[in-house]
């Protein structure tokens, strides 16, 4: 027969139990959540601290092939896009079709895999569409602007549309091979 502080321990038990489920599952909920916004809230780090700086830093080490990041410098939106072999072929072989804004896509990059743009559109400035997995990237596989309909190719350049320039590239360098410094 088990005794009252016995039965007592036990209540306590299950429910130290449960707290630790629930602490558990809340922890893993917000682990899920802080996994899959990582890139936004990684690159908007810097956005509070570095708003009236003349130079936002990223590190390029997690960014994968394909993924995109913004960054904001000087208070505005900078894209940085890991391009794809796929993006760069498309970029380079378009150098030659009707530009409203000639541009080579070699004269756009320091490093053909690394396309840094800011990311506001040359007609009103709006902010383009295309950073996020999934969402709309135009006729070009670039960046959509929905305000008027302007459509960007994978060099950032205006492709169809009202916008009359392609996306500004601003200046940046690569101290190192997995650093970007915007300014
Ligand atoms: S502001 Fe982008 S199309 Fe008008």
Redesign the pocket.
Same mark, same amino acid.
């Given at each position: 027969m088990k005794s009252e502080g016995h039965i007592e321990s036990l209540r306590i038990d299950e429910r130290s139990r449960r707290d630790f489920l629930i602490v558990s599952t809340s922890t893993l909920a917000a682990t899920g959540v802080a996994l899959s916004v990582w890139p936004l809230i990684d690159s908007l780090n810097p956005a509070s601290d570095t708003l009236a700086l003349a130079s936002t830093d990223l590190n390029l080490r997690p960014i994968e092939r394909g993924q995109r990041v913004t960054v904001v410098w000087q208070g505005k939106p900078v894209f940085v896009d890991r391009r794809t072999p796929e993006a760069v072929t498309k970029a380079k072989a378009d150098d030659s079709a009707a530009l409203p804004d000639p541009e080579k896509d070699a004269d756009r990059v320091q490093r053909e895999e690394w396309l840094i743009v800011v990311g506001i @559109?040359?007609?009103? /400035? @709006?902010i !383009?569409l295309g950073q996020r997995e999934g969402s709309r990237r135009g006729d070009f596989g670039g960046w959509f @602007? !929905? @305000?008027? /309909?302007?459509h960007y190719d994978t060099s950032g350049r205006i492709r169809k /549309? !009202?916008?009359p320039r392609n996306l500004v590239v601003p200046p940046y360098a690569f101290p190192n091979p997995e650093k970007l410094v915007i300014g």
């Open positions: @559109c040359t007609h009103l /400035g @709006c !383009p @602007c !929905p @305000c008027h /309909g302007s /549309g !009202p916008a």
